[in-house]
């Protein structure tokens, strides 16, 4: 049995046709997520990965700001209440930690609509993502080193993959902030809009995937995603593999007949 997807306040979602749509709403505080907020993604991402009806995810922020990281000024307000030693280690494998590799593997394209700020884990959110739409209002901010502290979900492995490893040490290293049309350039932003206007970009993109042949594009997105770790011989094995799956699919069908009949396909995402 599916399991439902969460309600919570800080965290809005909603599916509507095959478009699943993930908000974090705590504009307050720029979208900064707490506890609370990454368990409701991660049960969230859980349930769309047994949700037949899901064909594609928008990502964004209520507000001005897309996400400016975790709350760790809430988190350590109460200084009679401070964690024992070993707590962050033992607490990451099932919040931070946990959201970034669902959010990687799940099989259906995910667009994130960033404005304002993007920041911490905000930024590892939309590096996530298959595709980035930031309005001219971004800025994307690894700020651990500015306070102390090293990288975590996933900052080190996401950004130098993003945009290598002289880059990735003047964000993580340096602290360096980039602003949409910087990241652009970086390969790190499918496209740049005006003020306000991310999230009806995003969506439309997003829309458009929804429409798409799901199986297929699942399965691309996750030979992407290996791509880089893998030896040619067995990226071929696993483009082989592939195949044959989204071969045997409704789409792969519709795709042929459509281009027989000279007209647009119209996949069912089966």
Known sequence: MLRPYPTLDSVKIDLSDGLLSLRINDPGRRNALNDDGIRALNDALETAHNDEKVRAVVLSGEGDDFCSGFDIVRRNADPTNRPRVGAIQRRLPSQAHRLIPQLCALQVPVVAAVSGYAVGIGMQLALASDFVVADETTTFWEPFITRGM??????????????????????????ERLDARTAAEWGIVHEVVAAGE??????????????????????????????????????LRAEGFSLEISSRSKDFREGLTAFVQKRPPQFSGE
């Open 150 to 175: 090293t990288p975590d979900s996933g900052a080190t492995w996401l950004v130098t993959r993003a945009v290598g490893p002289l880059r990735a040490r003047r964000l993580l290293l340096l602290g």
């Open 198 to 235: 991310a999230g009806s970009v995003a969506h439309a993109l997003a829309s458009r995937l929804a429409g798409g042949p799901t199986v297929a594009l699942g399965l691309t997105k996750a030979l992407i995603n290996q791509a880089a770790d893998q030896r040619l011989d067995d990226q």
